[in-house]
């Protein structure tokens, strides 16, 4: 029995702790960031990790001085309170370090800020997204008199087959879609966010590239991202739209410069068969997306 608990703990902590999967999608258990693919999800990854020296010795620290007040202070072990009202030195201490520990946040998560807000004087790709309820329309900017712009819809489990998304490692359920958003990797992308004007509040967010901006109806909302990597992304809307609010996902491909100007050329007039000759070449034998890989290995 004591081996069978061993074991069933050993398997349990390694299945928490364990991150040879996490990547470009949500899995179960997961309790850190996804991998960065963009410089900002970078910069995200090292303040998530810079805030915790503060949060870990801090939360100790309460947790100490809880213990003590219950053991040293309680009604047994103090039966005469103390007088004490005032003390300068811990005042002094309780005000000045929250300031300079706040001050620290601070400066970093500014910089951040700023970076994640100062939009690119020159994208090299600019794409509208535009949800309603419950999905997300596509239209790619400068593309010529009529430009490329499509639906995105969760795809169901009995249209897997024709779509030839068969595998759910790379499509898993609930956040593959029939039309990805396509892009080149290495590019600067400007994405331009709205939503229906008759419709609610949605949000656009790609946890892997460190976005996530509201759509808000009869107001242009801007971001942009440039992907370090190919692979398949995978978000979700991130605010409450209703009741198919689950079932909104948003899937990015993000593929080399030349197998991009492909698809967007034969896009124009056969948008399933430029998906099809896409997925043939990123997704074959000789595969070059891997979205269950760990780019930390």
Known sequence: MIKKAYAALTALV???FAS?????Q???WQATLQPAATPIMRDIHWFEQYTLWFIVPITLFVLVLLIVVCFKFRAGANPVPSKTSHNTLIEVAWTVGPVLVLLFLAVPSFNLLTAQLTLPENPDVTIKATAT??????EYEGTGDSPLAFDSFLLKDQDRAAAGKEDKAIYPRLLTVDNELVLPVNKTVRVLVTAAPTDVIHAFAMPSFGVKIDAVPGRLNETWFKAEREGLFYGQCSELCGKDHAFMPIAIRVVSEDKYKQWLAAAATDLPGAYKTLMAATDGPAKTVDVAEN???
């Open 26 to 28: 949500p899995k179960p």
């Open 14 to 16: 390694c299945l928490l």
């Open 295 to 297: 780019v930390a290995q």
């Open 20 to 24: 040879g999967s996490y990547a470009d």
């Open 133 to 138: 309820q419950w999905q997300w329309n596509y």
